[in-house]
């Protein structure tokens, strides 16, 4: 028979109030006898249209995760860029061998995992908030962002 655990509630309560105050989307925290996890979906309009790309980390043309459109100048005042909701640091890829989540071209749904920020050693999964064709990828992979940063592009 399994053993019950009582939930210390206002450990979960700090922990949630923790998440909106840093605007995290998961923590967790662990001690010898108890781990609690603690997990929230962003709200869609956390999505903006950027006014401007960082002029740090320029990327190079010949990397395989962005694409160039030379006749579109102004991508990143597209409706459909996906802003950075943190500071930290970008993963295309679930790890360091595996398969980008999405490349240029590849057809997204809503809720489909697009990126990962790391943000205090805390992975966030990034999801889609629609669905769409990806146009454009503005980051390189293990690329620090900063809020607000233009990642990708969803048409």
Known sequence: ???????????????????????????????????IKVSRSIPQNVVTVSSQIPAANPVSESSPAVSRNAGNDNLENHPGVIEAQMVGTVYLSPGPDAEAFVSVGDTV???????????????????????????????????PVEYGDPIIIID
């Not at 009582?6 to 922990?15: G, K, P, S, W």
């Not at 809720?111 to 390189?140: C, D």
């Open 1 to 35: 028979m399994a053993q019950q655990v009582e939930v210390n509630a206002e450990a979960v309560r700090q922990l949630a109030g923790l998440l909106k105050e840093t605007d995290l989307t998961e923590i967790e925290y662990q001690t010898d006898n108890i781990k």
């Open 109 to 143: 749904t809503q809720g489909q995992t697009l990126f990962i920020i790391e943000a205090m050693k805390v992975m966030n999964m990034i999801k889609a908030p629609r669905s769409g064709i990806v146009k454009h990828i503005f980051v390189q992979d293990s690329q």
